[in-house]
């Protein structure tokens, strides 16, 4: 389970905890990769910037995407990762407090793999965070591997 | 017979002496006597030589002297037709004595022939043998002559004119011969009488045995039947005369049947007239010195008055008092020889009093042959009530054409104004009598001329019944006005003959559209701005709401869940109260998250775009009530759902609608046992409408208002949660679908909502 990264690409510091805490409480132990804004996200995903010499043949396993991000917002990070062949069949959970149908529309037109809206009672929570590791990190089938180029 | 007597006296003897001298004086005597008679006188021999004649008959006969006839025979000078006659007559008087007066015609010394009257005697010698004639001669020329004049008179006549005598016809000239068939040697002879009509011989013989005496003067008349039986009517006198020399009776009569005839024709000529007259519609009376003679059945008819009580009426008092004037000068006028109008309106009245209107022409004529005036007449009220109608309507008409806003102008073929109507003066300052037979388009805009003119044209060679069109007219105080004219072609409308224009000034409509144009185009931009200020709030808002969305659950997530961190990691250093808090601040937090997505879904059905489709409510509810009992197994609810009941709407919001009204019926009806909550479709107020019913704890009438408030709850949080949002956004769905909803209840009785789409 080691090498099966999850990158969680939240602003706000107490999501942060909250969230960590979440998988944590649900005995997810996977490596944590945060990203606080769109624009480190995507340095991340494609080695650049502060994560400039990345080896980016490790793609997380799952990625949490917030949508409402300084610098770049959600959405415009989904797109940019289905718009990239290395990052295209990345499996990537929309993870957000908005339940606007816009944001629904276009987070599965862009190519979310899937969309939880983070309830504010901390318990429903955690039931959430605990299904969606079960879900993306144990019994879904992770897509093949993309050789870099 | 003097003869006679002279020859006897010759004879008579007497004393000698004093019988020849008294002899001689005698004979002197006669002698004077024989020269001085008037009438031829001859004495011839028994052979006829005459030895003796007269002066007279010397005179008669144009010869000398005696002598020229003494020794010659009296035949010679008788005519040699008559002579055999002569010898017979004087054979006669041989045998006779005497011979009776016969006509000869005579010879006379020149050949003159002469007609006489001879008659003689024969003479005894003094033994009383014959011994001569003595001859009267007498000269009946003058006779002749009136007896032919008498003659031709009579045969010329075209009277028919008779002698009777002794009851017998002892004359009958040629006319009298014609009416009688006969001729005339038949008819000498006959009884007078034989051709009077049977039964009216006696009338006529008394009346002829008058007219005899001289009783009566007037001649009489009777039927006169003659040889062919054919009646004809005869008008005769009689007057007593001499005739050869006896009483007779001298009758001339005329045929009057042919006047008869004339006479009856004229009558029944008068009698036709008289029905036409009488049938006719026209009234005619004739009246003389102001007295009516003659009126016919119609003049009774429509004055009131049998005709024979009229007759003898004053003619003027049937004449109403305005028309007494005017009646009397035309009759004053008609009796001065002068001319009058042949045809006068009056107005009579009739003897109940009502006004009849009549056309009259009065003409003198002669009746009962006296000069009077005749009228003819005819009620004239139909025909002066269609007058007074067309007048009136005429009137009407003018008052409207004079008094409309609208301009009347008729144009004539030439393209010159015949008419304009007084408010086509008021539009243009130009009056009608500077405008009758202008030019119409004198006034028209240049740049408008051909368009109008081409529509004339139009209409003029009848291509198109009306034109409508406008054009720019410059007014007398020098303005342009706008006038839209309708024109229509009725020159056929021999009561209009051209073009009539019906005009209206419209400057200030065209103003007035062009303000409103211009305030249009400036609604426009301020709509268009309006709307772009809308839009702008309209995404102010959107961000605002996906703000909320995500910015203030944010928060909430921060205080729900470290209070969760609190009660889980710290449990062991709070108290009972302390973990109590904890748990408020939760409920509190997550109560405001509810809030906040409530607030979210109003705007969101506020701001949201329909989809029209027809969404299957019955199937919508049937869903609901499944999530209902899932979310609380547990709760005994009947829920009743009537099947098939379709809606057009929005599918989402309709489905938000229904969840809160459902939901609220679940949720106000937990504390009651058994649930019942029943969705249907009813006629409620003579409305038909949606509803969904429940039997909850239902609520007050008199908070009815403030139900559909946002925020506004009637319940307590601690009876029921809730955040008063539900049933104004179920308002808001209805509103936005143009529907209405309304509820009905009482505390304790349960709910129903109602609402239309």
Known sequence: MENKIILLVEDDPDDEVLTLRALEKSNILNEIVVARDGVEALDYLFGKGSYSGRDTSVTPQLTLLDLKLPKMDGLEVLRRIRADKRTKLL????????????DLTRGYNLGANSYIRKPVDFVQFRKAVQQLGLYWLVLNVAPPKVEMA | MASHRLHNREVIPSEREVAEEVLRESEEKLRFM?????????????EGNIVEANEALLRMSGYGCKEELIGRNGLQFIAEKDRAKAVEDMMKAVDGGYGAAREYTFVGKDGREFDAEASGSLLRDSTGNPSGFISVIRDITERKQAEELFKSLTSSSPIGIYVVQDGKFQFVNAQFQKYAGYSEDELLGMDSLSFVFPDERNRVRENAVKMLKGERSIPYEYQFVN????????????????????????????DITERDRAEEALRESEEKYRALVDHMEEGYLVFRGGRIRYANRRCAEVIGIPVKKLIGEDYWRFLAPESQEQARQTYETLTGGGKVHPIQEYVYLTEAGRRIPVETSMREITYEGKPSYAVVWRDITERKRAEEALRKSEEQFRALIE????????????????????SMGRMTGRKAKDRIGKDPLQYCHPDDISEVAEAFLQLFENKIPTVHTEFRYRHKDGRWRIFEVVGNNLIDDPAVGGIVLNMRDITERKQAEEEVRKLNEGLEQRVVERTVQLQAVNKELEAFAYSVSHDLRAPLRSIDGFSQVLLEDYTDRLDDEGKNYLQRVRSASQRMAELIDDLLNLSRVTRGKMHYETVDLSALAQTIAMELRQSQPERDVEFTIAPGLAAKGDAQLLSVALENLLGNSWKFAKKRG??????????TNGQPAYFVRDNGVGFDMAYADKLFGAFQRLHSHNEFEGTGIGLATVQRIIHRHGGKIWAESAVGQGATFYFTL
């Open chain 1, 91 to 102: 499996p990537v959970v929309i993870l957000t407090s908005s339940r606007e149908e816009r």
């Open chain 2, 34 to 46: 024989f020269e001085a008679i008037g009438e031829g006188i001859t004495v011839t021999d028994l």
């Open chain 2, 227 to 254: 040889k062919e039986g054919e009646v004809r009517w005869i008008m005769e006198t009689v007057v007593p005369i001499q005739y050869l020399g006896r009483r007779a009776a001298l009758g001339n009569f005329m």
């Open chain 2, 403 to 422: 008094n409309a806003q609208d301009a009347i102008v008729i144009v004539n073929p030439d393209i010159t104004i015949s008419y304009q109507s007084p």
């Open chain 2, 674 to 683: 058994r649930t019942r909550i029943e969705f249907g479709y009813a006629e």
